[in-house]
């Protein structure tokens, strides 16, 4: 199985150790990250989605300007666009780049940020709403023809998309949650489950939840584990 180096650029330059500085989007300093990290070996960036920052597929855009290789891991979260017009988006920029792009779904865990944008469902709610949501987007890429969807959430009718992936195994879909209702819809939908670093055991027993979950489907995801190093001369100074 191959191993994939994901990075992360950021909108501008800020840290648990930087303090931010500058304007909300340094294209500079997104550029010179960017072309850092595929002239480095990096297989692939995130850009991330919070409430308050610049929107994360028009940041990927860019980034895709200005490298050739480095592939993308756009995190989006569902709910506020309707997932066809976002099905279609991807696709195009799939094409544009020949193949670049992955989404990351983030549901949302904190209730405050999510009414930032107006959203005040529950967090199981929000599960089922990426859930129907996913049905959507999959649709839009894989139809040969127009269909219909009725879900809780949303419904569409004669829904057709002319532009699919670049690429026949399409565009990966990541996916992160440790609930029993996120681990229910990564079953049905994560190409790429995402976890952070944690202890053998908890990651051994997430790693099982979303095996068995995904096995209900006949689907079998790869595994993304994320790691914040933190880097000093010594052990102590580190920790320090």
Do not use: C
Not at 76 to 101: C, K, M, S, W, Y
């Amino acid at each position: 199985m191959s191993v994939e180096f994901i990075g992360f650029v950021g909108n501008h330059n800020a840290s648990e150790t930087i303090p931010r500085s500058g304007p909300a989007i340094d294209r500079t300093f997104v550029e010179t990250l960017a072309k850092v990290q595929e002239n480095g070996g990096f297989d692939r960036v995130l850009l991330a989605f919070h409430a308050n920052s610049p929107e994360s597929i028009l940041v990927g855009q860019h980034v895709a300007s200005v490298t050739r290789r480095l592939k993308l891991m756009l995190a989006h979260r569902p709910g506020f666009n309707a997932p066809t017009i976002v099905a279609r988006q991807l696709a195009t920029l799939d094409h544009l780049t020949e193949g670049r792009v992955a989404v990351h779904i983030i549901t949302g865990g904190d209730d405050a940020e999510l009414a930032r944008d107006g959203d005040h469902l529950t967090k199981d709610e929000r599960y089922a709403r990426t859930g129907e949501y996913l049905d959507i987007v999959r649709a839009e890429w894989t139809s040969e023809k127009p269909f219909d969807y009725a879900g809780k959430y949303y419904r569409v009718v004669g829904a057709h998309s002319e532009i699919k992936p670049y690429r026949p195994e399409g565009i990966p879909i990541y996916f992160g949650g440790a609930s029993d209702a996120a681990i229910e819809v990564a079953g049905r939908h994560a190409d790429v489950y995402a976890l952070w670093g944690e202890t053998h055991a908890q990651v051994r027993e997430l790693v099982g939840r979303v095996k068995a979950a995904a096995a209900r489907h006949g689907r079998s995801p790869r595994f993304s584990l994320s790691l914040r190093p933190i880097l000093a001369d010594t052990e102590e100074a580190a920790w320090a």
